[in-house]
């Protein structure tokens, strides 16, 4: 634990939970994270369960903080930008947005340079996410590797050298768990239709989720051979995965994340104007 490491968070909400939970008194104390929302109720809940301190609003206490998490929408950034202004000196900002470019970051914070842009994603609640990060010039190697424990301590991380890349990052694991829990619906609906209980859909597709999940962590051969292995000629996985090619479930896939990224860049320059 670095116990002195001071984390402030702009915006306390669904990732900023994730985060939190997975810091507060493992990465650093409680008390050294300071929250900034204007939900009284959001901060209440996180003051009690990590011993947080909170504000309502951007206040001093930013100056004392060694990074500053941006956790807020991307609509909301370039305000907050505003607001944190007059509080930055030597902080390292880390901007967990989708979208917001640091070229816009550092103009809305008087060209401030030590700025990580990274990418996490929700099962960073359970210690599982995984994060892209990517650091601008001037971030020094220690704020580099308090970035990367602050990620690590919720998942995995991984850094890019080509700060566009986080709008592929963002499709494919920062919303990737969204088509997750999308298959696991479909595949609970079809349990349904077939006859078998809510419950039992539920646990059968959850499983096999987490099943397949675990065999391609731990197994050195690629997806496409583990898969071939549940396709016994002319069998079942044969007629469902035939069924999926025909309907082009692939292409449908492959669109949807170019969807998710170009939405990426798009929020980058929607938001990221003067
Ligand atoms: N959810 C996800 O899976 C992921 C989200 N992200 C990114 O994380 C960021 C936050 O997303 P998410 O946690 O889902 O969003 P939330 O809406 O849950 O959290 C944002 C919080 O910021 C608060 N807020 C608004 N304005 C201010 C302000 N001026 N000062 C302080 N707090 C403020 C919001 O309050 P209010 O509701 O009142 O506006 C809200 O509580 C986004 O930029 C998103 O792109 C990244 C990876 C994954
Ligand atoms: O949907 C979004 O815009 C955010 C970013 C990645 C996951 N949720």
């Not at 702009?10 to 493992?26: E, P, Q, S």
């Not at 583990?226 to 025909?246: N, P």
Request: net charge negative; hydrophobic share 45%; no cysteine.
């Amino acid at each position: 634990m670095q116990p002195e490491l001071k984390i402030a968070f702009i915006g306390g909400g669904n990732m900023a939970g994730a985060l939190i939970g997975g810091l507060a008194g493992k990465l650093t104390a409680g008390a050294n994270i300071h929250v900034v929302d204007p939900n009284a109720d959001a901060l209440r809940r996180l003051e009690t369960q990590f011993g947080v301190t909170t504000a309502p609003q951007i206040d001093d206490a930013l100056a004392r903080a060694d990074v500053v998490v941006l956790s807020v929408k991307p609509q909301q950034m370039k305000d907050v930008a505003a607001q944190l202004k007059p509080h930055v000196a030597s902080q390292l900002i880390l901007s967990i947005a989708a979208g917001i470019r640091a070229v816009d970051l550092s103009r809305w914070l008087n060209g401030h340079r030590a700025i990580v842009r990274t990418m996490p994603n929700t099962p960073a609640l359970i210690g599982q996410g995984i994060t892209g990060m990517v650091a601008t010039d001037g971030v020094s190697d220690s704020q580099r590797a308090a970035a990367d424990a602050i990620l690590r301590a919720v998942g995995k991380t991984v850094w890019l050298d080509d700060e566009t890349l986080i709008d592929p990052v963002t499709a494919v694991s920062g919303s990737g768990p969204a088509y997750v829990f999308y298959f696991i619906e479909a595949m609970q609906q079809a349990a349904q239709e077939m006859g078998l209980s809510a419950e039992q859909g539920n646990q059968l597709a959850i499983a096999t989720f987490t099943g397949a999940a675990q065999l391609a962590t731990q197994s050195d051969e690629p997806v496409s051979l583990l898969r071939e292995r549940v396709t016994s000629k002319g069998g079942t996985t044969y007629a469902a995965l035939t069924s999926m090619e025909a309907s082009g479930v692939k292409e449908a896939i492959v669109k949807a994340l170019k969807a998710a990224a170009a939405r990426g860049k798009e929020l980058g320059e929607e938001f990221g104007r003067d």
